[in-house]
């Protein structure tokens, strides 16, 4: 919502004071105030509205919410509407925003709206203002979305993608070629009996991946003088900076995307 519609808001609700002078019987001055009534809201729960045309989201300015249609769902304290989309504005959305909703975890199927930013539905065809030029943010090494967007090849639009069998060779191809063998990590940590373990390899890269059903992507390492596969994510405090924070990464995506 642009400043207009937010000042807008806060005149609509702005509560006017009148102070009046009276005598009580005792005959001292006493302060009386009377409150005016509230205007009525410019709409109502159930009313057909559509957004006007020049108005963009907050969050992604280089997407125009002008001529989205849909019904006042709740009218606001604060003279914010919540709007619920219509089933033919949702399928005529631009499928960046859908994906950027997606991503940050907001609403999709609907918005909060001042009513400066609304106009009533006269039920004639929607005219969907389309995004003239999307801007899509460069992915930044310094965060861990980015960087595990940058294992699948996806943009900063895009969400991570669920953990199942394409995704997690696509992960293993990436740590064979980035980790950097051997190394030493802690084994178990997370179970209070942390031992020492050197990792030695992800498998022979001419063999199929070693991805198992239950645990994902394997290791081998050697652990008292014994070549075994553990669990590349029960892996902990991994030796070298460059590894750590790809298994650091590989094990928050597993953890929550599978």
Not at 106 to 130: K, M, N, S, V
Not at 207 to 228: G, K
């Amino acid at each position: 919502m642009n400043l207009a519609s937010l000042l807008g808001v806060l005149r609509r609700t702005a509560v006017s004071k009148e102070t009046e002078f009276a005598k009580t019987n005792e005959g001292k001055i006493v302060s009386k105030q009377k409150r005016k009534k509230l205007p009525a809201a410019p709409f109502q729960v159930g009313d057909k509205v559509r957004v006007k045309h020049g108005v963009n989201d907050n969050d992604y300015p280089d997407m125009p919410l002008g001529g989205w249609a849909g019904t006042i769902a709740e009218v606001n304290n604060n003279g914010i509407y919540t709007v619920r989309w219509s089933k033919e504005t949702l399928a005529s959305i631009h499928p960046v925003f859908e994906k950027r909703c997606e991503k940050d975890g907001l609403e999709f199927d609907q918005y909060w709206l001042g009513a400066d930013d609304l106009e009533q539905d006269t039920g004639d065809p929607l005219e969907i203002e389309q995004p003239k030029k999307i801007t899509t943010k460069p992915l930044s090494p310094k965060d861990q979305d980015d960087r595990i967007r940058m294992v699948f090849g996806l943009t900063s639009n895009d969400p991570l993608p669920d953990g199942d069998d394409e995704t997690l060779e696509t992960y293993h191809e990436y740590l064979l070629k980035n980790l950097v063998f051997p190394f030493t990590a802690e084994l178990g940590a997370e179970y209070g009996h942390p031992e020492q373990v050197k990792v030695i390899g992800l498998g022979d890269p001419d063999d199929e991946p070693m991805i198992d059903d239950e645990y994902r992507i394997l290791c081998e390492a050697r652990l008292e003088e014994q070549i075994v596969n553990v669990p590349l994510a029960e892996l902990a405090d991994a030796k070298g900076n460059s590894n750590r924070q790809l298994i650091d990464d590989y094990c928050y995506w597993l953890h929550n995307w599978s």
